[in-house]
């Protein structure tokens, strides 16, 4: 709980730098909801922090989904890893997701997903090149926009 502020202002810093990739979160907005949230993944062991010097450079949230329908796999799943644009491309997003993927197995988990925008190429590579593969796709659209092709296909 001592690195709560700290990770809450990461986890808005997570969330404005994902809004070039499409999230509709907003940061700020969003803050006091962020850290009930963060707080309770504390308390439940299900979040960890990452420190170089001393310093924290970045968190994982993760947890083992439940649910109200039976499955043929225990799901764990990662829900942020953040790590600080100084500690980037050294190693603490890898070593923090190796933990979680560890912490999840050991919790029972067969299988471990997680979500990325699509367009955040580097997040991506970096979950991919680890062995994750799609396995269900989101799609949106703004209702407001027209969908030429379903119009013609109507007509």
């Known amino acids: 709980m001592d690195d709560l502020d700290t990770v809450v202002d ?14 509709h979160l ?19 062991d299900k979040l960890l922090v990452a420190r170089v010097g001393g310093v924290v450079a ?11 329908y039976e499955q043929d796999v225990t799901r764990g799943v990662v829900d942020n890893v953040y790590v600080g644009p100084a500690y980037r ?10 933990e979680a993927e560890s912490t999840l ?6 299988v471990v997903s997680l979500s990325v925008m699509a367009s955040n190429v580097r ?3 970096l979950y991919e090149s680890r062995g994750y593969e799609a396995q269900r796709v989101v799609m949106e ?4 926009s027209k969908n030429d ?6 007509g």
Do not use: C, I
């Not at 092709?149 to 109507?154: F, I, L, Q, V």
């Open 10 to 23: 990461q986890w808005v810093t997570l969330v404005a730098d994902q809004r070039e990739h499409g999230t």
């Open 26 to 44: 907003l940061p700020e907005e969003n803050r006091e909801t962020a850290r009930d949230v963060l707080s309770q993944y504390v308390a439940t």
């Open 58 to 68: 970045g968190f994982v949230m993760f947890h083992v989904e439940t649910g109200l």
């Open 89 to 98: 491309g050294a190693g603490v997003g890898s070593a923090l997701l190796d």
């Open 105 to 110: 197995a050991a919790r029972g988990a067969d």
């Open 123 to 125: 997040a991506r590579d």
């Open 141 to 144: 659209r703004d209702v407001d």
């Open 149 to 154: 092709t379903h119009s013609k296909e109507d």
